[in-house]
């Protein structure tokens, strides 16, 4: 880890894009420069500090496509920090540059796409409630103990990953509706 | 990819219309950028992401296309197509129909205000 390299939390960014991109302005001006993404939150490193603003771009971007993405933020004044994989990545330039967005309406498809790169996530929360439902008619029909046991915990573990991506997808609705 | 991402091909969105001018020649995405600040004199900056939303849109529609991929400095040039140069040229008509009819009420009403 090292004086160098430090962790901060992210809200989510489905929850809270701007004020995490706010946050790591913030920082930035301290010198703790964003780096990578880390697991529910960023990897800062220690630098000098500068003005910058960072944004957030959602496009599936196959690889021989990155040099010709990253190109045209470049013609624009913003630089690629980093990504989760193909679909999210962030930028950041000097205070004072163009958005990357410039119209209304490809704006709003940027929401658009985060809602429909979440959706393949709710096989999750579906398939939990099946289980749900397996194991109430395995109840009714005098099954094993044990089946009933193993629906059980493997019903448990889906909720405990359905929850937080049901609210993540219902914040990236809400975000596109708020935008629209 | 190209589901819901179909454009609204009868009207084009002003950044769409101007993609689809600055691509009548071969072009590079950025080099797109660059000449339509330069065509309108800086009143039309298009953003890089809405640059790049709009070629992927416009090539799934068949507007434009990869004119040639550079493999020595790996730079993409795209241009238009039949399709896309009828599509513009009708927009750049509507357009033009649509000043004309801003400077008739423009008109009609500064006379009747002289007459009034």
């Given at each position: 880890?090292?004086?160098?390299?430090?962790?901060?939390?992210?809200?989510?960014?489905?929850?809270?894009?701007?004020?995490?991109?706010?946050?790591?302005?913030?920082?930035?001006?301290?010198?703790?420069?964003?780096?990578?993404?880390?697991?529910?939150?960023?990897?800062?490193?220690?630098?000098?500090?500068?003005?910058?603003?960072?944004?957030?771009?959602?496009?599936?971007?196959?690889?021989?496509?990155?040099?010709?993405?990253?190109?045209?933020?470049?013609?624009?004044?913003?630089?690629?920090?980093?990504?989760?994989?193909?679909?999210?990545?962030?930028?950041?330039?000097?205070?004072?540059?163009?958005?990357?967005?410039?119209?209304?309406?490809?704006?709003?498809?940027?929401?658009?796409?985060?809602?429909?790169?979440?959706?393949?996530?709710?096989?999750?929360?579906?398939?939990?409630?099946?289980?749900?439902?397996?194991?109430?008619?395995?109840?009714?029909?005098?099954?094993?103990?044990?089946?009933?046991?193993?629906?059980?915990?493997?019903?448990?573990?889906?909720?405990?990953?359905?929850?937080?991506?049901?609210?993540?997808?219902?914040?990236?609705?809400?975000?596109?509706?708020?935008?629209? | 990819?190209?589901?819901?991402?179909?454009?609204?091909?009868?009207?084009?969105?002003?950044?769409?219309?101007?993609?689809?001018?600055?691509?009548?020649?071969?072009?590079?995405?950025?080099?797109?950028?660059?000449?339509?600040?330069?065509?309108?004199?800086?009143?039309?900056?298009?953003?890089?992401?809405?640059?790049?939303?709009?070629?992927?849109?416009?090539?799934?529609?068949?507007?434009?296309?990869l004119?040639y991929d550079d493999a020595?400095?790996r730079?993409k040039t795209?241009?238009?197509?039949?399709?896309?140069?009828?599509?513009?040229?009708?927009?750049?008509?509507?357009?033009?129909?649509?000043?004309?009819?801003?400077?008739?009420?423009?008109?009609?009403?500064?006379?009747?205000?002289?007459?009034?």
């Open positions: 880890m090292g004086k160098h390299t430090k962790y901060i939390s992210s809200g989510g960014l489905a929850f809270t894009e701007r004020g995490d991109m706010r946050k790591l302005s913030r920082l930035s001006a301290k010198g703790w420069h964003l780096e990578a993404f880390a697991f529910l939150g960023y990897r800062l490193r220690k630098g000098e500090p500068r003005a910058l603003e960072y944004v957030v771009d959602y496009h599936r971007v196959a690889p021989d496509e990155m040099d010709d993405y990253v190109g045209l933020f470049k013609a624009g004044g913003w630089t690629k920090v980093c990504s989760i994989g193909a679909d999210i990545h962030i930028f950041s330039a000097v205070p004072g540059t163009k958005p990357i967005y410039s119209d209304k309406e490809t704006n709003l498809e940027k929401y658009r796409r985060s809602v429909r790169n979440l959706q393949p996530l709710l096989l999750f929360p579906l398939v939990t409630i099946l289980l749900f439902v397996i194991r109430y008619i395995a109840n009714e029909f005098d099954a094993p103990r044990f089946l009933g046991q193993s629906l059980q915990v493997i019903g448990t573990l889906g909720i405990v990953l359905s929850v937080p991506i049901l609210m993540t997808y219902a914040a990236s609705r809400l975000r596109l509706r708020r935008a629209s | 990819m190209s589901r819901n991402n179909t454009l609204e091909m009868d009207q084009l969105t002003d950044s769409a219309y101007y993609i689809l001018l600055s691509l009548l020649l071969p072009r590079h995405g950025y080099g797109l950028m660059s000449y339509i600040e330069e065509l309108t004199g800086g009143e039309v900056v298009i953003g890089p992401a809405t640059a790049y939303t709009l070629i992927k849109k416009l090539q799934d529609n068949g507007c434009i296309l004119a020595q400095d730079r795209y241009r238009i197509t039949e399709k896309g140069k009828n599509l513009v040229r009708k927009e750049t008509e509507r357009r033009k129909r649509m000043a004309n009819h801003g400077d008739l009420a423009w008109h009609a009403a500064m006379e009747d205000t002289d007459n009034g």
